[in-house]
């Protein structure tokens, strides 16, 4: 399945759906050939869509991130912009030291 490499999960993406603007999105794990998984910020459903309806994020946000007037679509712009991507979380974890050196550096910037 060549065009499933182009994608791994975690990646942002828009992702296309029949009767749908391109929408903002997540590649989840558990791709099968021919389908990519997705989950769609906004309105928190998953699909699964061929390659050929899924995009990169980056490259693609002024195109198809804005002029969409359906309910969900702002809230999943907010929320692919916002939330932290899994290398962030991964980091987080690894890092038993990171809450309290959050911590600290918030109380010196505030």
């Known amino acids: 399945c ?3 490499d182009q994608f791994k999960a975690g990646d942002l993406v828009f992702a296309k759906m029949k009767g749908f603007p391109h929408w903002p999105a997540r590649v989840s794990s558990g791709a099968k050939c021919k389908r990519i998984p ?5 309105t928190h459903q998953i699909g699964s869509l061929p390659p050929e309806n899924v995009v990169p994020y980056i ?6 991130g804005s002029g969409v007037r359906i309910k969900g679509f702002a809230e999943g ?3 692919i912009q916002n939330t932290p991507g899994p290398a962030f979380v ?20 505030y």
């Open 2 to 4: 060549p065009h499933l």
């Open 77 to 79: 712009m907010w929320e």
């Open 59 to 64: 490259g693609n946000k002024m195109k198809y």
């Open 38 to 42: 997705v989950f769609f910020f906004g």
């Open 90 to 109: 991964q980091f987080v974890y690894s890092c038993p030291d990171f809450f309290r050196v959050f911590l600290m550096l918030k109380l010196t910037i």
